[in-house]
Nanobody, 124 residues
Framework: QVQPVESGGGLVQAGGSLRLSCAASGRAFSNYAMGWFRQAPGKEREFVAAISRSGGTTYYTDSVKGRFTISRDNAKNTVYLQMNSLKYEDTAVYYC?????????????????WGQGTQVTVSS
């Protein structure tokens, strides 16, 4: 089983960009679909984006389409979330999760392992 570790969060002004990284320790990273989720204070964890094992299929929540891009490098055991045109409402703790399956999906309980999260704060 892989163990995700997120990095790259921080403070950015509205309209700015950040790139989150998720390095997954463990074996057979390419057997796992990967997802990004986020949780704002007082709110439930929500789906952001996901990518299939090969990277050929991606899936986004509507609110980030056209602004965020998920990608992966299986040789580096890493998945990325490029976030552009950030908005105040993107402020949250962002979590990376791994799912031992091909397909990327949006349901948190279907993921097998989770990182500790990285804080993204967008100032208005």
């Amino acid at each position: 089983q892989v163990q995700p570790v997120e990095s790259g969060g921080g403070l950015v002004q509205a309209g700015g960009s950040l790139r989150l990284s998720c390095a997954a320790s463990g074996r057979a990273f390419s057997n796992y679909a990967m997802g990004w989720f986020r949780q704002a204070p007082g709110k439930e964890r929500e789906f952001v984006a996901a990518i299939s094992r090969s990277g050929g299929t991606t899936y986004y929540t509507d609110s980030v389409k056209g602004r965020f891009t998920i990608s992966r490098d299986n040789a580096k055991n890493t998945v990325y979330l490029q976030m552009n045109s950030l908005k105040y409402e993107d402020t949250a703790v962002y979590y990376c999760a791994a799912r031992y399956a091909f397909s990327p999906i949006s349901i948190p309980r279907e993921y097998d392992s989770w990182g500790q999260g990285t804080q993204v704060t967008v100032s208005s």
